[in-house]
T-cell receptor, first 116, second 112 residues
């Protein structure tokens, strides 16, 4: 079955340190992949997306993600974390259904804590 | 622009009651979605719609119903509320389904 897995429930990093959040997907075709961020009590905001082409994509707030087909991964990275990056991060995949519609499926999320 | 608007923001229901969560978008998006978010579980897709008059089940549709009579509105109906439906509900919309989804602010529902 198609799915998205985020293996880390919580990650804690120090401010200024680098960050990598893991995402693995299970889907036969080339996926549409997304990373969203949710600040406390808020809805979700798109950070970046991958459809095709360059496997390294840049997003907002200094985030980037790399699509690796061989590893079925789409990990999110940031070279230097700021305290304001503390939030919950969701990886998502668009699945094409049998009737050619699109279904947006999310992973379970990773909560990022930032130490001063 | 209002984007995606959900009402109400909070609601407490008694077991067995019913209610409708409202969702409206003003971006003329074709796709609309309903998700529920439970701690540690991420967002689970309840129902989605690819356009007016067309809806389909997501991952966790049991206990819910939807309709899409207009492009703008996508209400979610809870019949016979149960404690297991205590959750935060998010509505979202997107232009073509494989483009950015825009989310509402959520509805926090408690069933007691």
């Amino acid at each position: 079955a198609q799915s998205v897995t985020q293996p880390d429930i919580h990650i804690t990093v120090s401010e200024g340190a680098s960050l990598e959040l893991r995402c693995n997907y299970s889907y036969g075709a080339t996926p549409y992949l997304f990373w969203y961020v949710q600040s406390p009590g808020q809805g979700l905001q798109l950070l970046l997306k991958y459809f095709s082409g360059d496997t390294l994509v840049q997003g907002i707030k200094g985030f980037e993600a790399e699509f690796k087909r061989s590893q079925s991964s789409f990990n999110l990275r940031k070279p230097s974390v700021h305290w304001s990056d503390a939030a919950e991060y969701f990886c998502a995949v668009v699945i094409v259904t049998m009737d050619s519609s699109y279904k947006l499926i999310f992973g379970s999320g990773t909560r990022l804590l930032v130490r001063p | 622009n209002a984007g995606v608007t959900q009402t109400p923001k909070f609601r407490i229901l008694k077991i067995g009651q019913s209610m409708t969560l409202q969702c409206a978008q003003d971006m003329n998006h074709n796709y609309m979605y309903w998700y529920r978010q439970d701690p540690g579980m991420g967002l689970k897709l309840i129902y989605y719609s690819v356009g007016a008059g067309i809806t389909d089940k997501g991952e966790v549709p049991n206990g819910y119903n939807v309709s899409r009579s207009t492009t703008e509105d996508f209400p979610l109906r809870l019949e016979l509320a149960a404690p297991s439906q205590t959750s935060v509900y998010f509505c979202a919309s997107s232009w073509t389904g494989n483009t950015e989804a825009f989310f509402g602010q959520g509805t926090r529902l408690t069933v007691v």
